[in-house]
């Protein structure tokens, strides 16, 4: 179902996770709209609204990766982020260009699947408790029987009493709805591939083949049935998931996944800069291989048909998101072709100490609520003061300036740094609170920030 969520709203709910970078999340909003708006438009026309492909241009660790992800979660749109810099022109070690078309596909039939799974669970987890009660409990065939009557020996006709263990069935039923035999263990037949796993070295620009050799192989040896003992909790896990996949049809799955693909997918094409061939560059073999996937990327950017398992998926309506530090190269170093399928682009804003702090404590994810939640599970309450958040986020603008920006990655490596000491004793600590303040925070890292070679591998 595509998402009809406004463009301010898509803003806001962005703001839960991303700090800053307002004009990106405006671009995106505006082309997850456009999606919607373009469903809502005659046919004949529909097709020929192509998305206007992003963009985004910024150091690492801004939330260029975030925006996308995120986006894609609140659209429940499939969604794919690969590297640039994994494809190579065919004839060169590396994927193949197409292979990212693939990859998508593949995670739209899984979103589907689980979809459709979600819609059949109440009568799967009826046929489910039924199969459990049968390895509990085994029916018993009752003789002669004719329906609800059976002959006595006399050769008159008397009603049949149930069979006997009917009682017992429902007891346990209501033993196992209850939990009580949760832990008990069954023995239950499951599914492996018998045989070697035989694994397909597939040839640059023919991963497709690959894929289809390994199918044949599968196919040749199918999977058998292997008892295996295991308690009923998981055992009802693995009922569900089997008696579920009977209840969907497979193809009507791929459909409905090739079409979400084409209409909603959204491939995210990160360290798109490292293919940008450098006008000033020497040359040679490095950067025909970077105008090589550039070349080989056109098609698929412009709209093309990919060969999948699941079928023929077309190209021409995925929104691709390009991202990239762009510190050397830049958009304009790509190919003319290749930049007029990326019309919109957006550039995003370095970090400094109050973006820093604002995530610390703003995000629904925020790192300190991380933190927080898994020291308690030790049973250690952690306090962060205002002055110690206000010390970290300066510490990180600092190093930042000082050494490589990687944004807010940086948080990670420093509150990693400031809690290591009390996350290797939080077993020790259960049941006290502890307070971070300013002066605890530089007690752990002013040692490391002022050696600034210490700093470049430590922080």
């Known amino acids: 179902m595509m998402s009809n969520l406004t463009?301010?709203?898509?803003?806001?709910?962005?703001?839960?996770?991303?700090?800053g970078q307002n004009a990106a999340k405006r671009m995106v909003a505006i082309a997850?709209?456009?999606?919607?708006?373009?469903?809502?438009?005659?046919?004949?026309?529909?097709?020929?609204?192509?998305?206007?492909n992003i963009i985004l241009m910024g150091p690492t660790g801004v939330g260029k990766t975030e925006i996308a992800r995120r986006l894609a979660k609140l659209a429940n749109c499939p969604f794919f982020k690969v590297e640039a810099t994994k494809f190579t022109e065919v004839g060169y070690v590396g994927r193949d260009v197409e292979s990212m078309v693939r990859d998508l596909m593949e995670?739209?039939?899984?979103?589907?699947?689980?979809e459709e799974a979600e819609k059949v669970r109440i009568k799967a987890e009826k046929n489910a408790e039924e199969r459990l009660l049968d390895l509990l409990l085994p029916r018993t065939k009752p003789k002669q029987s004719t329906g609800f009557f059976m002959s006595s020996p006399s050769g008159e006709i008397e009603e049949a009493e149930?069979?006997?263990?009917?009682?017992?069935?429902?007891?346990f039923r209501q033993m196992f709805r209850q939990g009580q035999l949760d832990e008990r263990e069954v023995e239950l037949e499951v599914t492996v591939q018998s045989g070697a796993q035989v694994e397909i070295?597939?040839?640059?620009?023919?991963?497709?083949m690959g894929s289809n050799l390994q199918s044949a192989f599968s196919n040749m040896f199918p999977g058998k049935k292997k008892p295996r003992k295991m308690k009923i909790k998981d055992a009802y896990q693995v009922l569900i998931d089997e008696e579920a996949d009977k209840l969907i049809d497979p193809d009507a799955v791929n459909e409905l996944a090739r079409e979400r693909v084409e209409q909603q997918g959204i491939l995210f094409v990160d360290e798109m800069d490292k293919i940008a061939s450098r006008q000033e560059g020497?040359?040679?073999n490095s950067d025909v291989s970077r105008e090589g996937v550039q070349r080989d990327l056109l098609p698929v950017v412009e709209g093309s048909v990919v060969n999948t398992k699941y079928g023929m998926v077309k190209t021409d309506h995925i929104l691709f998101i390009a991202a990239g530090a762009f510190h050397f190269a830049k958009p304009s170093d790509l190919i003319p072709e290749l930049q007029g399928r990326f019309p919109l682009r957006e550039e995003l804003d370095s970090l400094?100490?109050?973006?820093?702090?604002?995530?610390?404590?703003?995000?629904?994810?925020?790192?300190?609520?991380q933190y927080k939640a898994l020291l308690k599970t030790e049973g250690v309450t952690v306090d962060f003061t205002k002055e110690a958040l206000e010390e970290i986020a300066a510490n990180a603008e600092k190093i930042n300036e000082e050494t490589e920006n990687i944004g807010a990655r940086r948080l990670y490596t420093i509150m990693e740094k400031i809690l290591a000491n009390l996350s290797f004793e939080a077993p020790d600590k259960s049941g006290q609170t502890v307070v971070i303040d300013r002066e605890y925070v530089k007690e752990q890292i002013d040692d490391v920030i002022e050696d600034r070679d210490l700093s470049r591998y430590i922080l």
């Open 282 to 284: 020497a040359g040679g």
């Open 201 to 208: 070295m597939a040839i640059p620009g023919m991963e497709e």
């Open 352 to 369: 400094h100490k109050e973006e820093f702090y604002r995530i610390l404590t703003e995000p629904k994810n925020a790192l300190t609520v």
């Open 7 to 19: 463009p301010r709203e898509i803003v806001s709910e962005l703001d839960r996770y991303i700090i």
């Open 107 to 114: 995670i739209g039939v899984s979103m589907v699947h689980k």
């Open 32 to 52: 997850m709209r456009n999606r919607w708006r373009r469903q809502q438009i005659e046919p004949e026309l529909r097709d020929e609204i192509a998305p206007k």
């Open 162 to 171: 149930p069979p006997k263990d009917d009682t017992t069935r429902e007891k």
